[in-house]
Every structure is written in structure tokens, then in C-alpha cells.
């Protein structure tokens, strides 16, 4: 079946550092993929779409300039945390979604990672 | 505008049977799933609605009313393990909407 990763896990990052989370789809091409947040007892909360080769689509509220979203090749999509405050500290979740899949399934969640500001 | 609405927890008895409602409001509408998710871990499908009535798959069944914006997720023979957040989630276009998920506790 479809495979999402992400990398790291988990970070630990001071605050004003800047940190790089990566979503790859292992054995499918992702033509999309979607940024998830999500704080302690909360549900996920969308930030951001991403096309192939193209420009991010952000949700109302959450800052393109501080959360870059690169979805350079069919496989990956990188996250950058800029100047991390111990806000931004929240369990991040891409998924991905690739073209003629009509599975059920419609996009498979990669497991998260856990980043932490202090 | 999207609204997305669940109970925030539930507890039920091992061997027992749960059921999850879930009523939603959303601008446009294509398809509602379900998904399971232990604390720290990624969400797990569950299943998916995209026509009203009910869809049964092993222990679990969801059910859907377009016309009242409204599914349920049936768990039946309880398990230790079931204990987990329940999420419901609109797709709109491409796009998830997610409720803000109902916590359930099984107990002995």
C-alpha cells in the first residue's frame, strides 16, 4: 500500500532557529501534498496545500512567510519552520495524495513529527 | 465556512457497543471519513461515506445522511485497544476538514 514518511521524528530546536521537516511517498507519486498541525488534545488542524512544482495554498491565518512549504519533486515535500518560536512547538502531519488513486483512502498520513521550541 | 461537530469524550464498557455521532456544516461536500488516532501517532483510516446509508467493515460501521449533515461510527465488541480519539473529517475538494475528534475510553 501507499507509504508516507516524514524526518525527523522529533527536534528540539531553540527558539529563533529555523528547522526542515520532510514528507516523502515511498512507493507512489504524490502530485499533492497537505501540512497538518496539531496541538495536545486537538484536532488536526490544515496549514497549507502543496502541488508539484508549484506555489503553496495557505489556509486563512497561517504565515507563508514563516512556514515555507517546498514540493519540489513528486516524492518530497519539505516544511521549514522559520525563526521557531516555543509556539510553533505542535506535532506537524503531511499526507499525500497522488493523481488517478481512487481508493478510499484518498490520502495517506505520514507519522508526524514532534517539534519542540524552547 | 467549515463546522465540524463531535462529542468530546465518551466512555464505554469492554465487549460493548459505541456509537460516535458527528454533525457537520461545510461549503460543498465530497466524502467523510473516519479516522482513529493514538495519542502521538499519526491518524489511521477507518472508513469513508461518500453516499448516504451505512458502510459496515468488520467491527466498525459508519453511516451518513447527507441531507441532515450527519454520520455516526459504530464500534462494536469493544476492545482495550479501541481506546483511542475518533476524528471525523470532511473533504472539501481535495482538502480535509477535520472535527475536533471525540476521545473514547474503554474501560474493563
Known amino acids: 500500500g501507499a507509504v508516507v514518511s516524514q524526518h525527523p521524528s522529533r527536534v528540539i530546536c531553540k527558539s529563533g532557529t529555523s528547522v526542515k521537516i520532510e514528507c516523502r511517498s515511498l512507493d507512489f507519486q504524490a502530485t499533492t501534498m497537505f501540512w497538518y498541525r496539531q496541538f495536545p488534545k486537538q484536532s488536526l488542524m490544515l496549514m497549507a496545500t502543496s502541488n508539484e512544482g508549484s506555489k503553496a495554498t495557505y489556509e486563512q491565518g497561517v504565515e507563508k512567510d514563516k512556514f515555507l512549504i517546498n514540493h519540489a519533486s513528486l516524492t518530497l515535500s519539505t516544511l521549514t519552520v522559520t525563526s521557531a518560536h516555543p509556539e510553533d512547538s505542535s506535532f506537524y502531519i503531511c499526507?499525500?495524495?497522488?493523481?488517478?488513486?481512487?481508493?478510499?483512502?484518498?490520502?495517506?498520513f505520514g507519522p508526524g513529527t514532534r517539534l519542540t521550541v524552547t | 465556512g467549515q463546522n465540524i461537530d463531535q462529542p468530546t469524550e465518551m466512555t464505554a464498557t469492554e465487549g460493548a457497543i459505541v456509537q460516535i455521532n458527528c454533525t457537520y456544516q461545510t461549503s460543498g461536500f465530497n466524502g467523510l471519513f473516519w479516522y482513529q488516532q493514538h495519542a502521538g501517532e499519526a491518524p489511521t483510516f477507518l472508513s469513508y461515506n461518500v453516499l448516504d446509508g451505512l458502510e459496515e467493515k468488520g467491527r466498525f460501521s459508519s453511516f451518513l445522511s447527507r441531507s441532515k449533515g450527519y454520520s455516526y461510527l459504530l464500534l462494536k465488541e469493544l476492545q482495550m485497544k479501541d481506546s483511542a480519539s475518533y476524528l471525523c473529517a470532511v473533504r472539501v475538494r481535495r482538502a480535509l476538514t477535520f472535527g475536533s475528534g471525540t476521545r473514547l475510553q474503554v474501560q474493563p
Open positions: 499526507s499525500a495524495r497522488g493523481e488517478g488513486q481512487i481508493s478510499s483512502y484518498e490520502q495517506y
